[in-house]
């Protein structure tokens, strides 16, 4: 199995920054694509950003969050981040990743529990 546990979400103003982490473990063979997710209260689920393996590895960002938003990983500690800048009050959301990880059982799409972000002065 696989575990997700994102870190980073909070109280911040607007204009302000926040960084989430998340972290992958468990049987882990390999991680392909990992991403950062965000559902408002009432809204489905909506894709902020994803990032594929390796350095280098292709970025694909919500246009919403273009140019505030940048996504990395470490791929050594299965790790993926989300930097959050210039942020808004409609950026409040729980912000959940998942990541497509292969196991001994193969390929499977893994997600966290969620992170709560909150934007307000």
């Known amino acids: 199995q696989v575990q997700l546990v994102e870190s980073g979400g909070g109280l911040v103003q607007p204009g302000g920054s926040l960084r989430l982490s998340c972290a992958a473990s468990?049987?882990?063979?390999?991680?392909?694509?990992m991403g950062w997710h965000r559902q408002a209260p009432g809204e489905p689920r909506e894709l902020v950003a994803t990032?594929?393996?390796?350095?280098?590895?292709?970025?694909i960002y919500a246009e919403f969050v273009r140019g505030r938003f940048t996504i990395s990983r470490d791929d050594a500690k299965n790790t993926v981040y989300l930097q959050m800048n210039s942020l808004k009050p409609e950026d409040t959301a729980v912000y959940v990743c998942?990541?497509?990880?292969?196991?001994?059982?193969?390929?499977?799409?893994?997600w966290g529990q969620g992170t709560q972000v909150t934007v307000s002065s």
């Open positions: 998942n990541a497509v990880a292969t196991t001994l059982l193969g390929e499977d799409d893994y």
């Open positions: 468990g049987s882990i063979f390999s991680i392909a694509e």
């Open positions: 990032i594929a393996s390796g350095s280098g590895g292709k970025r």
